[in-house]
């Protein structure tokens, strides 16, 4: 699309691009363009900065609301550059001095079609993830071998009986699993109750789990139902096994064999149908070698064990989950070609959770629509540092927590999560590196 007041300037580029077997209109003015991009779609329009009415500025802010896949490229008169560089940082895609430069034009335009086509892609593959959410094994994404294994283990086993062990790293996902786990199956309609076993000290862990009478300890105003009587019909899902206290495994142990229980404080045996899902991110195994883990428990979890694979194992499904995790908060912005490419090359220590986090982060750093790899991961990959000597990787991990903390204001719980790592983590390095507010 071309539009100038012009009518020459206007009627000769239509020609001239037209004999390029370009697809052009022309529109006379900012308002005859908005009515053109009504019913049709284009990559890119060229915009003369200067015209009576609504100017090139205007319109270029007007058609990224309703026109987002248009590619903008300002056509100024000399002297107005610093217009021009406003028009860039409003997302316009370049801008050119008149009288222009037909072959510098064609440069431009090739360019500004393969990025626009480029996008179309990206938005066709988003459509494609909005449509196959609908249809998404309960919002697990991903299209690897790995994870189509995956998906195909949980509706085999969801129906059973028998606990599930889940393991895999921290953010790969093990929650997502467990509530795969839990729709898929027939308990669908009852409970799915979520405990974390390292949340509180073992007493009170257990009447949390089995629930007290009136009376049992002080404080124990009321009776109160445990969770396994809570969910009893669905599924109890007992977050960072790991952690659950030694005292506490055997109770829970007990618990699997014959699905029996006491409150604390009472004398009688109840029973109840809780199907027990079990995650971890520790190698339970050696847990269990350095004594941390009761083994009878553990060989009795291990049973059905779903082992959630690490996202660097399933690189395949990185772009696709990047652009989930951008459309479903910023549905206008977009990957840089090399900013999707470092996302590829990333190990992801911190796996989905670290992708989403870095992300989000990419999406509200950047300037303009699109996301640039430094505005995900903060600095450019292996830029050489000025001391001469390559830095260790404690010092670039401290350097890069104080980094996200002031970005975080110091809210350790947001920085946590924007590192990919457990707030008890966090804390844990803050100590290490001695880090400060100041
Ligand atoms: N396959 C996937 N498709 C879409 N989103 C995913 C997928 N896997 C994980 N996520 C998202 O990544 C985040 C982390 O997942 P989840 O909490 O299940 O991980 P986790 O293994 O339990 O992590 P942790 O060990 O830290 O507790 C969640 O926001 C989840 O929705
Ligand atoms: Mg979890």
Not at 3 to 25: C, I, N, P, Q
Not at 245 to 269: I, M, W, Y
Request: charged letters at 30%; glycine letters at 8%.
């Amino acid at each position: 699309m071309v539009v100038d007041d012009e009518a020459d300037f206007r009627e000769l580029m239509v020609k001239r691009l037209t004999r390029k077997k370009y697809g052009v209109s022309g529109a006379s003015c900012g308002e005859d363009a908005l009515a053109l991009v009504k019913d049709r779609i284009f990559d890119v329009a060229l915009v003369d900065l200067k015209m009576p009415g609504m100017d090139g500025l205007e319109l270029l802010r007007q058609l990224r609301n309703v026109s987002p896949e248009t590619e903008v490229i300002i056509l100024t008169g000399h002297g107005s550059t610093e217009t021009a560089v406003e028009a860039m940082k409003m997302g316009a895609y370049d801008y050119l001095t008149k009288p222009v430069d037909l072959q510098e034009l064609q440069v431009l335009l090739e360019k500004a079609v393969e990025k626009a086509s480029l996008r179309k892609k990206n938005l066709g593959l988003t459509a494609a993830v909005a449509s196959e959410n609908i249809t998404s094994f309960h919002g697990m994404l991903g299209n690897s071998p790995a994870m189509v294994r995956l998906r195909s283990l949980i509706s085999k086993v969801a129906d059973s009986a028998s606990p599930v062990l889940v393991e895999g790293e921290s953010g790969t996902g093990k929650e997502m699993v467990s509530r795969a786990l839990h729709f898929e199956s027939h308990r669908a309609k009852a409970p799915f109750i979520v405990v974390n076993c390292g949340a509180l000290p073992e007493q009170l862990m257990e009447s949390e789990l089995f629930g007290y009478e009136k009376g049992a300890f002080t404080g124990a105003g009321s009776t109160k139902p445990g969770l396994v009587e809570m969910a009893d019909g669905g599924s109890l899902f007992l977050d960072e096994i790991g952690e659950l206290p030694l005292g506490l495994q055997a109770k829970l142990l007990r618990f699997l064999e014959s699905g029996e229980f006491r409150r604390v404080g009472d004398t009688r045996l109840r029973w109840v149908q809780t199907r027990i899902i079990a995650a971890t991110n520790r190698n339970l195994k050696q847990e269990v070698k350095e004594g941390n883990f009761r083994e009878d428990l553990f060989y009795r979890l291990e049973v059905v064990k779903i082992q959630v694979p690490p996202l660097r194992e399933r690189s395949e499904d990185i772009p696709l989950l990047a652009n989930f995790f951008l459309k479903r908060n910023h549905p206008h912005k977009d990957f840089a070609p090399e900013a999707l490419a470092a996302l590829q090359e990333h190990s992801f220590p911190g796996n989905v959770r670290e992708l989403a986090n870095l992300v989000e982060r990419g999406a509200l750093l950047s300037d303009g629509e699109q996301i640039q790899a430094e505005d995900m991961f903060g600095y450019s990959h292996g830029k050489a540092m000025d001391t001469g000597r390559p830095e260790t990787l404690a010092e670039m991990e401290k350097r890069h927590i104080q980094r996200v903390l002031s970005y975080t204001g110091w809210n350790k719980k947001e920085a946590a999560e924007l590192l990919g790592i457990s707030l008890r983590n966090l804390y844990r390095k803050i100590e290490t590196y001695k880090l400060t507010a100041g």
